[in-house]
Antibody, heavy 118, light 108 residues
Framework: EVQLVESGGGLVKPGGSLRLSCAAS????????MNWVRQAPGKGLNWVSS????????YYADSVKGRFTISRDNAKSSLYLQMNSLRAEDTAVYYC???????????WGPGTLVTVSS | SYELTQAPSVSVSPGQTARITCSGD??????AYWYQQKPGQAPVLVIS???ERPSGIPERFSGSISGTTVTLTISGVQAEDEADYYC???????????FGGGTKLTVL
């Protein structure tokens, strides 16, 4: 069974940092592009970042460019998101999502909540 | 910037057909995908590549495209279909992933 499980969320002050992790199992992690998608409370889905299978290509939404860094460790089947200079508007549930061959997010984790507040 | 536009809400009675649309200039060149999200849950893919239904998705879910508008059709709507529905695509350079604002489907 494919599983994605995020961790690392919590309460952080504005300007602070947080590192999210996503543990993957049930599939060959190294064969899939991976993503982070977030959802602010009561709002819609927003794509945050993507990373290719070998980490050679990374992409970011304009809203997080220069502050967030996506990375992966294929040996550990894990995806990461380093978030620096956090702002109140970064408050959201952060989902780890797998890109399948068709270009869709075919598997999602349950999400981890990040709250940025003083 | 590239945007996908969805109506905020759609309401239908059980057994009727619900149509949820998503408009965006790049939809004529890039595939669209649809996700269903129920409260407190992660999204679930219901339509891939404009009109392909993933394994396990009921046949009442279908997708279509006309020009720069894609449509998610739910035939014979059931109470369990009440959820938020999001379209998703990418910009023409395939650099950015874009979601529509979401449509809340209410089953009366």
């Amino acid at each position: 069974e494919v599983q994605l499980v995020e961790s690392g969320g919590g309460l952080v002050k504005p300007g602070g940092s947080l590192r999210l992790s996503c543990a993957a199992s049930g599939f060959t992690f190294s064969r899939y592009h991976m993503n982070w998608v977030r959802q602010a409370p009561g709002k819609g889905l927003n794509w945050v970042s993507s990373i290719s299978t070998r980490s050679t290509k990374v992409y970011y939404a304009d809203s997080v460019k220069g502050r967030f860094t996506i990375s992966r460790d294929n040996a550990k089947s894990s995806l990461y998101l380093q978030m620096n200079s956090l702002r109140a508007e970064d408050t959201a549930v952060y989902y780890c999502a797998r890109f399948d061959d068709s270009g869709s997010f075919d598997q999602w984790g349950p999400g981890t909540l990040v709250t940025v507040s003083s | 910037s590239y945007e996908l536009t969805q109506a905020p809400s759609v309401s239908v009675s059980p057994g009727q057909t619900a149509r949820i649309t998503c408009s965006g200039d790049s939809l004529s060149k890039q595939y669209a995908y649809w996700y269903q999200q129920k409260p407190g849950q992660a999204p679930v893919l219901v339509i891939s590549k404009d009109n392909e239904r993933p394994s396990g998705i009921p046949e009442r879910f279908s997708g279509s495209i006309s020009g720069t508008t894609v449509t998610l059709t739910i035939s014979g709507v059931q109470a369990e279909d009440e959820a938020d529905y999001y379209c998703q695509s990418s910009d023409n350079s395939e650099t950015y992933v874009i979601f529509g604002g979401g449509t809340k489907l209410t089953v009366l």
